[in-house]
């Protein structure tokens, strides 16, 4: 979110070509607007990030909103993706109909601009000339100046819904030494970690390892092991796979090594591979992307203790001053992070008939999936 000044007149722009993305000016006000803002997922919103996704996909699927003040100076920025977006209606964790939207994924959730009403409302202007769906926004903090200022715009001429409501967000301020990490758990806490980890080397039969993957030489090995673990994970067994170790994931891994992005982690229990974490690191946040863990070493906990030991590394090496849990309310993210926030996801349409029937049947099961949890509780 970029400061609003009152005495002055924005004119956005939607950059659509290559030679504009790259043009150096830009790429240099881009990078500082990136780097001094605030938003936690600016990682996504990065040049850096936005030219890894330009070896993924092809430069009509991607654009980039611009904003400029009267003098022609760069002054916000909004790196756009354009695909499909899974509108989805669940009962519990389990979706039942899926809808595939053509949507314009805003990177980084919270647009890089001005907060200026006549900035957002162009913003969806331009996005909804390029013959899409909807406007999609994935993790706004629900405190946001700019979403606040920017759905009061909104609501006169298009729909803005929040699909899953308000949601908790869970992060952890870095301690500055992994002994004051220690230091701030209770002795009991302490204690039962050390059991834990005690029973699962005891279990595989040798040492506890926890390797940190951030060099693109890595990165094959990483991903065998980590298929591995996943394959017989829970998460498997509901969502399908979630990490693959084809060419195209090995090469995406390495750009992000090379990038340096890439902060994987892999535990290993007598040598084996017992659980894994996908994260980034970028501007003093760790984002913690993905876990696995093998459900035969449930029992004791795998995904608990290596989640600890990525703490003690995180603190001493190549400390972040964040580390983001992303989306979910899991028990280990309550439990370990010091900061709560709220945040939801926005998906904007236009104002037809059609999209409000969509809009309404989705609260309404929304609605009824409560009602129904509430008297099951009783």
């Excluded at 409501?165 to 806490?189: C, D, F, N, V």
């Excluded at 449930?298 to 580390?323: F, Q, V, Y």
Aim: charged share 25%.
């Amino acid at each position: 979110m970029i400061a609003q000044r009152n005495d002055t007149a924005y004119r956005l722009s939607i950059l659509t070509r290559p030679a504009e993305w790259d043009e150096p000016r830009l790429r240099r006000r881009w990078a500082e607007i990136t780097n001094k803002s605030e938003n936690v997922n600016a990682i996504y919103a990065s040049p850096v990030w936005y030219d890894l996704l330009r070896e993924r996909h092809r430069p009509e699927e991607l654009a980039l909103a611009v904003a400029y003040d009267p003098a022609g100076d760069v002054v916000g920025v909004a790196p756009i993706l354009f695909k499909n977006h899974p509108f989805q209606y669940y009962i519990s964790s389990y979706p039942i109909l899926t809808r595939q939207l053509r949507a314009a994924h805003i990177l980084g959730s919270m647009p890089m601009l001005p907060t200026d009403p006549q900035v957002s409302a162009q913003l969806l202007d331009l996005l909804f000339n390029a013959q899409v769906d909807c406007v999609y926004m994935d993790t706004v903090p629900k405190e946001d100046t700019f979403l606040k200022s920017a759905v009061e715009t909104w609501r006169s001429n298009y729909l803005v819904y929040n699909p899953g409501g308000s949601r908790r967000w869970h992060l952890l301020q870095i301690p500055a030494h992994s002994e004051e990490y220690l230091s701030q758990m209770s002795s009991k806490t302490r204690s039962t970690l050390r059991k834990k980890a005690k029973k699962l080397a005891e279990s595989a039969g040798g040492e506890l390892e926890v390797i940190r993957i951030d060099s693109e030489h890595q990165v094959g090995d990483f991903l065998a092991q980590a298929v591995r673990v996943s394959q017989n994970s829970w998460q498997h067994d509901i969502l399908g796979n979630r990490i693959s170790d084809s060419e195209e994931e090995r090469a995406w891994g390495e750009r992000l090594a090379r990038a340096g992005l890439l902060r994987n982690y892999l535990l290993k229990c007598g040598g084996r591979a017992c659980a894994f974490v996908v994260g980034y690191q970028f501007n003093g946040v760790f984002h913690y992307v993905e876990l696995g863990y093998d459900r035969e070493f449930s029992e004791n906990s795998p995904g608990t203790i290596l989640l600890h030991m990525l703490i003690r590394d995180l603190c001493d090496h190549c400390p972040p001053a964040l580390l983001n849990f992303g989306m979910g309310d899991a028990d280990s993210k309550r439990r370990f992070g010091n900061v709560e926030r709220e945040d939801l996801s926005v998906i904007v349409f236009r104002k037809t008939v059609n999209n409000s029937l969509l809009v309404r049947s989705h609260a309404s099961l929304r609605f009824l999936v409560r009602v129904v949890r509430q008297i099951v509780k009783k």
